[in-house]
Each structure stands twice: as structure tokens, then as C-alpha cells.
């Protein structure tokens, strides 16, 4: 049987709207904009970005959940596919984190990155980043979270984990999510095509001039353990850069971080 968000269409569909000319795909509720691209991926074309008013089951990485309460949150997924340049698939998560960086400031709001993609302000988060990434064919889908209208009260009542804040908590307002939506994703086409000309060594010097570990010693937790050190940067691929206790260079490509007060 198939579900109804299986067969779900879009609300809208408008031409020239997505990334390069794609398809802006709107629906005024969907489970999740990662999950409908993936599912749909045959029928999507590179620059589609799919859309969703109101995201219900939103998705972090590792099966974790995106919270978007109501409509007060900007949700969607950019479409990539047959990408020429391997190389950058790693780093794509980095340039859409970049991407929310530049959108926040245009709004007067300063962000900062934080390993492997999310940004910060201050100490709490206001975006995060879901890329996933289809081998066999060749498809990233580049899923973004943005707390617009986010509240308080809403943020309580999740219980989440690590402290999050909003562009409305941040600036005082409520903010258009359609504009800061068009914002995005011509700050996304902007890094993007920047990454295709200047390459991904170019994305991780750019990374450190926001980077929210810089200089901090750091607990790293992966599917391998947990490590602590000092936290050295990126390096051109993407991957998290540490110094160990033992003096030695180690290189990550996934995990969460948290920074701490080391022992001397
Ligand atoms: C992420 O995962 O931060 C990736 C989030 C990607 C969401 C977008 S929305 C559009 C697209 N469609 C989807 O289904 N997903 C993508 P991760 O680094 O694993 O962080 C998840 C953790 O962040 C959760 O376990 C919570 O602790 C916290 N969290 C959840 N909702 C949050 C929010 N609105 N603001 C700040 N933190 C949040």
C-alpha cells in the first residue's frame, strides 16, 4: 500500500524558483522535505528545492528529529544530482551551513559554524543540516532548517538537548520565512557556484573566519568512541582536524562535538 505522503504532489510547483533555474516545489505539510526528495528522486530535477509550510516529522542525522513547530520554522531540501566534481559531495554540508551564515546576516543576526554543520549563535543553535547522499546515483539531497518564527515556549516543550534560539528570538521580530527563503537559496546558488570555481580548500578557509570551535579543546563522540584534544580546524575535504593527547593528528569525518576545559 502506499502512504499518503508517498503520493502526495505539491501544492505548487514554480518554475525558476529553485536553485539554477529549478523548480521551487511547495506543499503546505509534509512529513519530511529529505524524506519526499529521496523518495521522489527520479521525478526531481538538480535545483529542485521541495518546500514544506509546515514539516511534521523533520529528521536529523543518525535518526535524530528536526523540530519546525507549526509554520514558524523554514524547512526544505535542495535537489543535486550527477554532481561532476566528487570531491565536493563531503563538503556540500559545510557550503549550505556557509549559505545560512550569509542569510542571517543580511537579517542583522550573527552566526557562527559549528562542525560538521550547524550554526550557532552564541551558544545555542538556529540552523542545521541534513545532507544525505545517494552513491549508486549520484543524488545529495541538502536538507536545511532554519528557526525563523521559532519561540521560546516552543523550544521548552521539546526538551532539547543542546540550547536552540531563533531569528525571532535573536532579532526581536517575527521575519518573512518567504524572503528569508529566497534569501537562502540565492546565498546557496552564490556558495555553490563559488565552491564549482575556487574549489573546497577555498569552503574551509572561509569556515575558519566563523568557525565556533576555534581554539577550543573538544570531546568528539562517533560511531568509533570518543576522543578528546585540541580541536586544529578543517581541512579542504571537510573532515574535523584534532590533536590528541598523545600529540598525534587525527582526522574525522563524522561525530558530535562538544567543547571542554582539559586537564593540563
Ligand atoms: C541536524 O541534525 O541538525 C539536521 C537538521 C536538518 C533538518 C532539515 S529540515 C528540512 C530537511 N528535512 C528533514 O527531514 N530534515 C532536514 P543533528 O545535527 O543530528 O541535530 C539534531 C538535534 O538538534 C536533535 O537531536 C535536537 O537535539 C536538536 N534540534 C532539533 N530540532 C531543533 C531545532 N529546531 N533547533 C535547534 N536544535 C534542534
Known sequence: MVSKERADTPDRIIEGEG????????????????AWAMHHIDSCRHGDVVWAIRQTTGRGRLSRSWLAPDDRGLTLSVVLKDLEQDEIVPILGQVAALAVRDTLKTHSIHG?????????????????????????????ILGIGV?????????ESAHLVQSATSMLIKGGRTFDIESVRECLISDLERRMN???????????????????????????????????????????????????????????????????????
Not at 118 to 135: N, P, R, T, Y
Open 194 to 264: 563559488s565552491v564549482t570555481l575556487n574549489g573546497t580548500s577555498h569552503v574551509a578557509d572561509t569556515w575558519a573566519r566563523y568557525d565556533w570551535l576555534a581554539g577550543s579543546s573538544i570531546e568528539l563522540h562517533s560511531s568509533n568512541g570518543t576522543v578528546r584534544g585540541r580541536y586544529t580546524g578543517l581541512d579542504e575535504r571537510g573532515r574535523l582536524r584534532l590533536l590528541d593527547g598523545q600529540g598525534r593528528k587525527r582526522f574525522f569525518w563524522a561525530g558530535d562535538v562538544e567543547k571542554i576545559v582539559l586537564d593540563q
Open 19 to 34: 536553485l539554477w533555474e529549478g523548480r521551487l516545489l511547495k506543499f503546505n505539510r509534509l512529513k519530511s522535505t529529505n
Open 147 to 155: 528557526n525563523v518564527n521559532v519561540r521560546d515556549d516552543d523550544m
Open 112 to 140: 557562527s559554524l559549528k562542525w560538521p554543520n550547524d550554526v550557532m549563535v552564541h551558544d545555542k543553535k538556529i540552523a542545521g543540516i541534513l545532507a544525505e547522499v545517494d552513491s549508486d546515483r549520484n543524488v545529495v
